[in-house]
């Protein structure tokens, strides 16, 4: 079993929609919470972080953690093409430091016009 | 304040070959990480480097090695190419505390032949 298990889609929505993204860890010891938008042919770009458990609103973007459940999510809210990329969800645990990122596979999203 | 700089961004090898990829960080980033990204294993950590000392390591076999210069400039080499090393190389650099945000590069496509 991967230590982050990221549903890979591909996800294809309207524009305007409400879109999910999740991960699943089997690592109680990761505390912070990372997701990460990559356009085609750049790196990974960080949208959203969070310590523990709990939600964060940034503009159109709200991630949330419940490590009750060792789930994350992110909640993109009326989707914009412009938001077609692939969404990687990142962990790293208390011992260690965000330079040593745990990541999923990426789910790749398309929002179309 | 210029992003972080990856050279080259592609790269052709035949199996055997060795390779050095470069990644220059952020301007003040005292930490730079790599990592391997493949379709089929996602974003895999490699070593993270910290003012010329390498202080994480992932679960990659000793024909991947790095180091950090002195200006922060970090280089990563291959020995004895495999067909399997094919990948997007990312390289990310932050100041360096372990809750820092780390920002990638666009990364170098290498393709082992």
């Known amino acids: 079993q991967k230590e982050v298990e990221q549903d890979p889609g591909p996800l294809s929505v309207p524009e305007g929609a409400i879109v999910s993204l999740n991960c699943t860890y089997s690592?109680?010891?990761?505390?912070?919470f990372m997701w990460y938008r990559q356009y085609s042919r750049k790196g990974p770009e960080l949208l959203m972080y969070?310590?523990?458990?709990g939600n964060k609103e940034d503009g159109r973007f709200t991630a949330q953690v419940d490590k009750s459940s060792k789930y994350i999510s992110l909640f993109i809210r009326d989707s914009q093409p412009s938001d077609s990329a692939t969404y990687l969800c990142?962990?790293?645990?208390?011992?260690?430091?965000?330079?040593?990122?745990?990541f999923g596979k990426g789910t790749l999203l398309t929002v179309n016009p | 304040k210029a992003g972080v700089t990856q050279t080259p961004r592609y790269l052709i090898k035949t199996r055997g070959q060795q390779v050095t990829l470069s990644c220059s960080p952020i301007?003040?980033?005292?930490?730079v990480s790599w990592y391997q990204q493949t379709p089929g294993q996602g974003l895999q950590f490699l070593f993270e480097?910290?003012?010329?000392?390498?202080?994480n390591k992932g679960n990659f076999p000793g024909r991947f090695s790095g180091r950090q210069f002195s200006n922060s400039r970090s280089e990563m080499n291959v020995s004895t190419l495999e067909l399997g090393d094919s990948a997007l190389y990312l390289c990310a650099s932050g100041q360096g505390a372990p809750t820092d945000t780390q920002y990638f590069g666009p990364g170098t496509r290498l393709t082992v032949l």
């Open positions: 480097y910290f003012s010329e000392t390498q202080r």
């Open positions: 301007s003040g980033h005292r930490s």
């Open positions: 690592n109680s010891a990761f505390q912070y």
């Open positions: 969070t310590y523990s458990s």
């Open positions: 990142a962990m790293s645990d208390s011992g260690g430091s965000n330079y040593k990122l745990t």
